[in-house]
């Protein structure tokens, strides 16, 4: 509902109305509209967590594709699909809310650290494995892939997609990552 009608589209009632349970039973669970956005942040977070959590395991497989820049543009690719479409749409309105309510928060801290290590990741495996990357340009490398991949999916939640295809967006994430190396002179 957050996601397909924004946060003023949740109410005790709808969420009654939508689950198909008798009137009263999300105030009964949650008593507040505030507690009620909360508990809706950490099944966002726990559905991230579990999806972020998968995808790491498919990465040691070859087969599954999520390895590496190309792993991580299929992976945002999802984005622009149903369901997490909608789950994304929930998260960015989520996301405004949290700058006013620092307990929310901390709720989609985890999902965003989650995504900052797979960024971290594939930003590591994207450097040469014979050396030893500096920790300092991972960091600014997986802050502007992170910084990108988040702008990319604004794109999918808007409805006007800035990328059609995991191979272009593999591409472009290859290029942010070496653009930084090269402005760090690595």
Request: glycine residues 6%; charged residues 20%; hydrophobic residues 45%.
């Amino acid at each position: 509902m957050l996601g397909s009608n924004g946060v003023h589209g949740v109410s005790h009632p709808r969420v009654d109305d939508h689950a198909g349970v008798p009137a009263g039973t999300a105030s009964f669970y949650f008593r507040t509209r505030k507690a009620l956005l909360h508990a809706v942040a950490a099944r966002l977070a726990e559905l991230d967590v579990a999806d972020f959590s998968r995808m790491a395991e498919l990465a040691d497989d070859p087969v599954a594709q999520f390895t590496g820049t190309a792993g991580l543009a299929r992976i945002v690719m999802y984005v622009n699909s149903e369901p997490w479409l909608t789950r994304a749409k929930a998260r960015y309105e989520l996301a405004l809310l949290a700058g006013r309510d620092p307990e929310l928060a901390t709720t989609l801290d985890e999902s965003t650290e989650r995504l900052y290590t797979l960024a971290r990741d594939v930003v590591t495996q994207w450097h040469p494995a014979e050396s030893a990357p500096d920790p300092a340009v991972v960091e600014d490398q997986a802050i502007a892939t992170l910084a990108f991949i988040n702008g990319i999916m604004m794109t999918f939640v808007a409805g006007q997609p800035a990328v059609d295809s995991a191979e272009h967006l593999d591409r472009l994430i290859q290029g942010i990552i070496a653009g930084v190396a090269t402005v760090r002179g690595d």
